[in-house]
């Protein structure tokens, strides 16, 4: 057994028994409760954060940049404050150098988005907001640093809004740094290790992507299975039509394993949503979707995750309740699959065999796999 898949038993033997299933919601109170506190929502917002393992290389963690014009610099004289401070220069007169990225939000609700920059016609702005937003701007920052300010009240059906930042034509370099998306951050994602309900139904998932075998692919297709797939961003970007062949059946889908693969209770909250927000920019670039579960790298995950997991999209932080990768055969609360239970496998050189055992044990205890998305709301 590889070491990643080592320390994965480790830590699912060691968290198993803890992920008891969902919690019962505590009842409300009688009084209505305090408004959620202002925080900053944005990703990276200060550009701090390195270049994360096994992202593109020159990707900046959390935002999506026109190709080959963003780069971070280190320099503290060149920040606003910290260490780093983003710099775009527009490949040509055709461009404006944007950069962008996703935050969730809540609907009907007030938030004010900020940032410093400089340079010359430096623009900051939101869309899909759920009303037209007219942009901060500012002609020139005499060479220094300006914050740009604008706010925005989000439409009854908006759970996320897109940022943006952007030079003009013909007018060269601009820097930003510091930005804000400060409101009331979306409610935490919700735990758990199974899918309650009284159909017939397990869940199989797989991990990763660093073996894509034709074998696993043709067991799928002849048998029909639905599988939610957790591909990492570097798979993904050597083989993405492998992934969308094996996620072709009605009821499969692509969801979030974060970009590095890293213990998330390792890492601050503000790294958390850089790995989980930039997997899901993956994942929407290349496969044209929006994923809304995250797996967590070896079911580790805290506090600081749900609600990063929250910003990022995610409604479902998923582990699982069996393990039968590379020839195991574990369910963790004992006795034979049952209804809801979800399997994890992953995209190893024995899967197709690891599918087949995991489907025996299905039809064994009544079941049938499932799409999983079909059964989370």
């Not at 917002?45 to 610099?73: K, M, Y």
């Not at 220069?89 to 900020?114: F, H, I, K, W």
């Not at 479902?316 to 309740?321: G, I, K």
Request: aromatic letters at 10%.
């Amino acid at each position: 057994m590889s070491t990643l898949l080592r320390r994965f038993a480790a830590v699912a033997a060691s968290t198993a028994l803890g992920l008891l299933g969902p919690a019962v919601p505590a009842a409300h109170a009688a009084t209505d409760p305090a408004p959620a506190p202002a925080v900053n929502l944005a990703t990276n917002p200060g550009f701090e954060i390195p270049t994360l393992p096994l992202a593109d290389w020159g990707s900046i963690p959390g935002w999506n940049c026109a190709a080959g014009e963003a780069t971070v610099t280190t320099d503290p004289t060149s920040a606003h404050s910290g260490s780093a401070a983003l710099s775009v220069t527009p490949a040509g007169a055709d461009s404006t150098g944007e950069c962008g990225q996703s935050v969730a939000v809540r609907p009907s609700t007030t938030y004010t988005l900020s940032a410093w920059v400089r340079g010359a016609y430096v623009f900051l702005g939101a869309t899909s907001t759920g009303h037209d937003v007219p942009p901060a701007w500012t002609a020139s920052t005499g060479g220094g640093w300006r914050q740009l300010t604008t706010s925005f009240t989000t439409g009854a059906d908006v759970g996320s809004v897109h940022l943006y930042l952007h030079g003009w034509y013909g007018q060269g370099a601009f820097g930003a740094d510091d930005v804000a998306l400060s409101g009331p951050a979306v409610d935490p994602a919700w735990a758990t290790w199974n899918v309650p309900t009284s159909d017939k139904v397990v869940f199989f998932t797989v991990d990763d992507g660093w073996y894509r075998t034709p074998e696993a692919a043709r067991f799928i297709a002849d048998h029909r299975l639905p599988i939610t797939a957790f591909p990492l961003p570097m798979p993904s970007g050597f083989e993405s039509d492998y992934f969308q062949r094996v996620t072709a059946v009605p009821g499969s889908s692509i969801q979030d394993h974060t970009v590095s693969h890293r213990d998330l209770t390792t890492l601050s909250a503000a790294e958390q949503q850089a790995e989980i927000c930039s997997a899901r920019d993956v994942d929407q670039r290349l496969y044209g979707v929006t994923p809304t579960v995250l797996r967590p790298p070896y079911f580790a995950y805290d506090a600081d995750t749900l609600q990063a997991a929250a910003n990022c999209g995610m409604r479902t932080v998923l582990t699982a309740t069996a393990d039968f990768t590379s020839g195991a055969a574990n369910v963790y609360h004992g006795g034979p699959l049952l209804p809801g239970d979800v399997v994890i496998m992953h995209f190893t050189d024995t899967l197709a065999d690891d599918l087949q055992r995991a489907l025996a044990a299905a039809d064994a205890a009544g079941l049938r796999p499932a799409g999983i998305t079909d059964y989370l709301h």
